[in-house]
């Protein structure tokens, strides 16, 4: 009797990538089933069937709408929300790392002073959140406390305190909390701590069992039980190594070429110094529904950002009643020359109607003159006749139909080309690039605020819109950008007491001009203001007198 070996296959679970999308693999066979080599075990979280599957196919029209597709915007369905079309889950990273200050070491617990114990009820007994936990903006993740100064008690001081049963606080809170507009799952804990390496390894090896295991995700809370784990050696060796556990072991965190616990432990201490006592990185599964703000793109360059979000009744419909999934402006298509993307459509539209599906090369002549076309036009009217719709091909306006309003019910007077295209969502979400600042911090050198928004920083207000302010003589809005909301310092510093004061708003020079004229001095070239005294008709007549406090340097 012959015995049939086993392969292990360990499949991704709830990974974050690159880009903090997630990383997941679905089984494509059954137990018991029978396969073969080349037969497909699993699909990604971009793959179904084998085949590389990032978007979705919707029912799109080429037409204005009100102006809310008005260069290149897109005007699209409620219905792509509603069913999670175009819902992706997102999964970020937070790191917490404790340090030696002068007052003290910093510490990761429970004890944070003037918190309320509702505030930490979803820590454990470390002072970080639970596994499987709901957080929501403002939550604390990690409970850090950092000392301070001890200040000096007057005898006064010392008498209230002991009548109000208070004690003066010796750290203060600096406890990671919850992004803005954040609501994730907790999903996975790493911990790292100084000379505790393998209780550290033990803890990352328990809080991945929530993301690489059998165990559902809703059941991570119920995974603290503490698993003994211990890293293979180079003498324990498999005689019969699969692919999955070739990957896995890609996957561990021993360093490549070496799979001794001595070298582990030598390559963390080496990231562990003296002042980072404890890291803590925490992994947050968060759902994102397609909102407005959100690119959308399909496979012919054809890129838009969301404008309006209509309900599925005020779309406009088909004669058939099928409501239309997305409406695009037709003025992005001639100027872009990229025409294959109205090729698709009109096919897409006929194999929905014939039920089948269509692998071509992308459209092109190679095959004869008005090769697309004809292939096209033939399989809508291979549509009209087996549905009986007449409204799919029209000679007089091939690949053009009359819609409705969805409002009104009334038709449009003009034929509307509709069809059904290849759609994908972007990961260039609105939420990772709304951002908005009131004051924050400004540069060392030019003292204009920061870029960017990870920085908090401001709104670059470059050439092109600085020519338009110009271009619509808007003096006062341009002067107020270029000095006071940028690099004037005195201007900036007593805006806000002229304003109380009803004085007047002084606007001085921009520090970006005193820096340029640093570069100059650099380069031995005196720079300044000066006017002219006295005027003679001779050659060597003129008198300049500098004038320094219309200007005043560094």
Avoid at 139 to 150: A, C, D, R, S, W
Avoid at 195 to 223: C, D, H, I, M, Q
Avoid at 424 to 431: E, F, M, S
Avoid at 483 to 489: E, N, P
Wanted: hydrophobic share 35%.
């Amino acid at each position: 009797m012959r015995t049939l070996k086993s392969s292990h296959y360990n499949l991704q679970k709830f990974q974050r990538s690159n880009q903090d999308t997630c990383l997941l693999h679905r089984p494509s066979v059954f137990e018991g089933q029978w396969v073969q080599v080349g037969d497909l075990l699993a699909d990604c979280a971009s793959s179904v069937g084998g085949e590389l599957s990032l978007g979705q196919n919707i029912l799109i029209a080429y037409m204005p709408w009100e102006g809310y597709n008005y260069e290149d915007a897109i005007l699209i369905s409620e219905r792509l929300v509603y069913d999670d079309l175009y819902t992706s889950v997102h999964i970020e990273k937070y790191e917490v790392e404790t340090t030696m200050t002068k007052y003290g070491p910093e510490e990761i617990t429970t004890q944070i002073p003037e918190i309320s114990k509702y505030s930490l009820s979803q820590l454990d007994s470390q002072g970080i959140i639970k596994l499987g936990s709901w957080v929501q903006e403002g939550q604390i993740l990690v409970g850090k406390v950092t000392p301070i100064e001890k200040k000096y008690k007057s005898p006064y001081q010392k008498l209230l305190y002991t009548i109000l049963e208070k004690e003066l606080a010796t750290v203060r809170d600096s406890s990671l909390r919850a992004p803005k507009g954040l609501k994730a799952k907790v999903i996975e804990r790493k911990i790292f701590q100084k000379n505790a390496f393998f209780k550290g390894f033990k803890t990352l090896e328990r809080s991945g069992s929530s993301r690489g295991g059998e165990s559902p995700p809703s059941a991570v809370g119920a995974s603290e039980a503490l698993t003994e784990t211990f890293a293979p050696t180079q003498d324990l060796k498999s005689p019969e190594r699969g692919v999955g556990e070739s990957f896995a072991a890609k996957r561990s965190s021993l360093p490549r070429g070496s799979r001794r616990p001595a070298d582990l432990k030598r390559s963390t201490k080496s990231n562990l110094t003296n002042g980072n006592q404890k890291i803590v990185h925490l992994y947050l599964a968060e759902k994102r529904r397609i909102q407005v703000g959100d690119k959308m793109a399909g496979r012919h360059g054809n890129k838009g950002i969301v404008s309006q979000i209509l309900p599925r009744q005020d779309m406009p419909y088909l004669p058939d009643g099928s409501s239309i999934d997305m409406v695009l402006n037709p003025l992005g298509v001639p100027s872009r020359m990229n025409v294959g993307q109205i090729y698709e459509c009109l096919l897409g539209l006929a194999a929905k109607y014939l039920g089948q599906s269509f692998r071509i090369k992308p459209f092109d002549e190679v095959y004869g003159a008005e090769a697309s076309r004809t292939l096209t036009f033939s399989s809508l009217y291979k549509a009209r006749l087996k549905t009986g719709h007449k409204w799919l091909f029209n000679p007089k306006s091939p690949g053009k139909m009359k819609i409705f309003d969805g409002r009104n019910g009334t038709c449009f007077h003009q034929t509307v080309t509709v069809g059904v295209s290849y759609i994908l969502k972007l990961v260039h979400l609105v939420d990772d690039k709304i951002h908005s600042r009131s004051t924050g911090p400004y540069s060392l050198v030019t003292q204009q605020p920061l870029r960017g928004r990870s920085k908090f920083g401001g709104q670059r207000l470059g050439e092109m819109e600085v020519w338009a302010l110009e271009g619509y003589g808007a003096a006062f809005t341009l002067l107020e950008m270029l000095t006071i909301k940028s690099d004037d310092i005195t201007g900036r510093m007593t805006l806000w007491s002229n304003l109380i004061l009803h004085n007047p708003i002084y606007m001085g020079t921009p520090e970006s001009f005193k820096v340029l004229v640093c570069e100059l001095q650099a380069l031995c070239l005196d720079i300044g203001l000066f006017k002219i005294s006295t005027f003679s008709n001779k050659k060597y007549g003129t008198t300049l007198t500098p004038i320094d406090h219309l200007m005043k340097l560094p």
